[in-house]
């Protein structure tokens, strides 16, 4: 099993935070990778970023995304939040899998973020040796993490019908919501 993570929100003082840890558990990575990339060639894009695209790209690509073999766990937090708690308490409880074989965080991360995974991972008993960190360019299912997470926080902020008619294509792919506690103090 391979995992991809990216957040949503996480430096905002208000609405709600996201971590989406999205498990790719295919037998073809590859098949996958390539999929998401077939994708964005079709959409004239060259790398899907959430923040990046308007509701028209971002519906295509929902709709092809929804398509592939993958599942999404998100954890939802109320803001304001300490990252580092909101973020340990999201591994602890959507990382319930004991066959993962690598975790990909995105690469932009600051370093306690690292450490703060390997932390987690040591006390779940998983090697650290597994952990990744990838530019969001050079990785399709860390672009599909950012594109949960992205469209999970506009649904849950009720930001736009656009974001209920997405969340209504993807949610199926969703298997686990978690709302988190308070993380603030």
Not at 8 to 37: C, M, Q, W
């Amino acid at each position: 099993m391979i995992i991809f993570i990216d957040e949503s929100g996480i430096h905002r003082p208000i609405d709600h935070s996201v971590f989406a840890v999205v498990y790719i558990s295919t037998k073809d990575r590859e098949f996958l990778e390539n999929a998401v990339i077939e994708i964005e060639r079709k959409l004239r894009i060259e790398d899907f970023h959430w923040s990046e695209h308007s509701w028209t790209v971002r519906e295509k690509f929902f709709v092809e995304l929804s398509k592939l073999p993958f599942t999404a766990k998100i954890a939802i937090f109320r803001n304001p939040i300490k990252p580092a708690v909101a973020l340990e308490w999201s591994l602890v409880h959507l990382m319930v899998e004991k066959d993962i074989d690598q975790i990909h965080i995105d690469g932009k991360q600051p370093r306690w973020v690292e450490h703060r995974f390997k932390k987690v991972l040591r006390d779940k008993g998983t090697s650290v040796r597994s952990l990744r960190t990838d530019r969001h360019s050079s990785s399709p299912g860390i672009r599909i993490a950012d594109a949960i997470a992205g469209l999970s926080r506009a649904y849950y902020d009720k930001r736009s019908k656009n974001a209920e008619r997405l969340w209504k294509i993807v949610r199926k792919k969703i298997t686990a919501q978690i709302l988190g506690g308070q993380t603030d103090g």
